[in-house]
């Protein structure tokens, strides 16, 4: 009798610590926080009979329900079988639209996910994956339940662009790396990454009708490693992998500045006034006659410092643009995307007429193979073509000056949102000439009132650079992105009044966990209680 009381009296002791350990999707850790979270009570559990059931007609659809089945896979054991017959996590897709926007439902039956684009889909499988223990990322067997709080989640973007960048320039990232930094993107839903192709240091990309750009822009980097390229297939294998998540690959080329590594590629495409150093000569800058009978161009030499502002294409050099022309139409053929970015930033040896007249031919030479461009803030202080976008990284001024031709901003202030900024003095890589980023302050800034006169009607969204001066591999690219990327993708997801410093420090300890459970060894900064 005794026995039986025990077992009766610790049976209802378990019972309520599982019950007060039962989790509550608001209590998920999910980031970017959803725009309405509401609690059900009770779980529901994943199991050996789980399965994929797809509603709906899209192209994609099935490759959707694949993604997530791939997902769920691993470390649960389970078939999670993919069909249009049945399965306790519905896909259910209402409409044909480019939405991202869904709903997501757990009940005591099981998950349902709906949304009227293919995008919102992708968004809700992947805060389902928010909602399961963290150990749903782990690559093997994991030998525990697999419960998921009951509720609902409604959630749609405050942004369309929500962006990250990837210096690959000064330092060359791999595809593998490009892949893995994906990854997470995607988890954070974010839906744009610009590759910074193309600087002074190095030449990232194939082209094919000017072969050398790669032969020898691309054969070192900063600190004079070995660097490297991508083909044009590996360029594609990038655009493919990012197309599955939903992020949109925007290349940059970046001029008519920051070119040496082209310069150094090809010599008649220097001014012919140059300095063996690649600096141009500022005695000969001055009348900068390109078209001049005894022009004389050399190479310039390849460079691996970290300096910025002393190269330039040569604007008024007809050529010029033959190189711009072949360059665009090789990388437009292979970006299905909207954008090209022309850069534009730091051209302080181009004068400043001629940087005027080469951006707005560059802008045509965009426009002609259907693209949109986007250029550093500078390029607004040219005449924008309508749609065209201007990303705000320094000069108030020049966000102003982009809004006033009706043109949209792109924002990536540097002191809240580059992620090569320092977290302090003592962070062991990354520059602090803008300011020392702390998560909390990459945090705490407000898009549509950061920049005077510029609100919300006239920002296109947001975007986090990450420059690669002091950034080698892959451990360098975690400790500097994360949690500073989650902090912007935030800000580019989740509306205004549901943001607060205080919940998403709350949060992130179970996004750390994530990032743990997949090896991304992001920076504990002690403004979170990890
Ligand atoms: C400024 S931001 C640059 C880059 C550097 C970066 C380092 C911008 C448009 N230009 O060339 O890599 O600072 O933080």
Not at 65 to 73: D, H, I, P
Not at 278 to 286: F, I, M, R, Y
């Amino acid at each position: 009798m005794k026995k039986v009381l025990w077992s009766l009296a610790l049976g209802s002791l378990l019972a309520m610590a599982s019950c007060k350990e039962s989790p509550k999707l608001s209590q998920s850790g999910l980031l970017p926080l959803p725009q309405e979270i509401s609690d059900g009570s009770g779980t529901y559990e994943l199991g050996a009979s789980s399965g994929i059931k797809l509603t709906g007609s899209s192209e994609r659809l099935t490759g959707i329900g694949e993604f997530l089945a791939e997902k769920l896979r691993p470390a649960t054991g389970f078939d999670f079988p993919v069909s249009f017959d049945a399965g306790d996590i519905e896909l259910e897709l209402t409409g044909n639209d480019d939405s991202e926007s869904y709903e997501l439902t757990v009940t005591a039956d099981g998950v349902k996910i709906s949304s009227t684009g293919e995008a919102g889909l992708f968004y809700g499988v992947q805060t389902l994956l928010q909602i399961l223990p963290a150990e749903i990322y782990q690559a093997n067997l994991q030998n525990q339940s697999w419960m998921i709080p009951q509720g609902m989640i409604k959630d749609s973007p405050e942004f369309e662009y929500r962006g990250s960048m990837l210096d690959v320039a000064r330092h060359f990232i791999s595809v593998a790396d490009v892949k893995f930094y994906l990854d997470q993107m995607a988890q954070l839903k974010l839906n744009y990454l610009h590759l910074h192709l193309t600087d002074d240091q190095g030449w990232r990309i194939e082209i094919k009708s000017w072969p050398k750009l790669t032969e020898i822009g691309g054969s070192t980097q900063v600190g004079g490693g070995k660097g490297g390229f991508y083909t044009q297939e590996d360029y594609k294998e990038i655009v493919a992998y990012a197309a599955e998540r939903f992020i949109t690959i925007v290349p940059e080329v970046d001029m008519p500045g920051h070119t040496n590594s082209a310069l150094a590629s090809y010599a008649e495409l220097n001014p012919g006034v140059n300095l063996p150093n690649g600096k141009l000569d500022s005695v000969n800058k001055a009348p900068l006659d390109y078209s001049m009978p005894t022009r004389n161009p050399q190479a310039s030499e390849l460079y691996t410092g970290i300096e910025v502002g002393w190269s330039t294409f040569a604007p008024k050099l007809e050529l010029t643009y033959a190189f711009v022309d072949s360059v665009v139409r090789e990388i437009t053929e292979i970006t299905p995307g909207p954008y090209f970015h022309i850069g534009g930033d730091e051209s302080h040896v181009t004068e400043k007429e001629d940087y005027i007249y080469f951006v707005e031919r560059v802008q045509d030479i965009v426009s002609k193979y259907g693209k949109t461009s986007i250029g550093w803030d500078e390029v607004a202080t040219a005449k924008l073509l309508p749609g065209n976008v201007a990303q705000f990284w320094a000069k108030e001024e020049n966000a102003k000056l982009a809004k006033d031709q009706e043109n949209k901003v792109l924002m990536s202030p540097a002191k809240k949102i580059y992620l090569d900024m320092q977290y302090d003095s003592t962070t062991r890589i990354g520059l602090h000439w803008a300011a020392y980023v702390e998560l909390d302050s990459a945090y705490l800034w407000e898009p549509t009132e950061y920049a005077p006169g510029i609100s919300k009607e006239h920002i296109l969204g947001i975007e986090a650079p990450l420059w690669t001066e002091t950034v080698v591999n892959r451990e360098d690219i975690n400790y500097l992105a994360f949690p500073r990327l989650a902090a912007a993708a935030e800000i580019a997801w989740t509306s205004k009044d549901r943001r607060n410093w205080e919940g998403f420090s709350k949060r992130l300890p179970a996004q750390g966990k994530r990032w743990d459970v997949q090896g991304v060894g992001f920076y504990r900064s002690p403004k979170v209680t990890w």
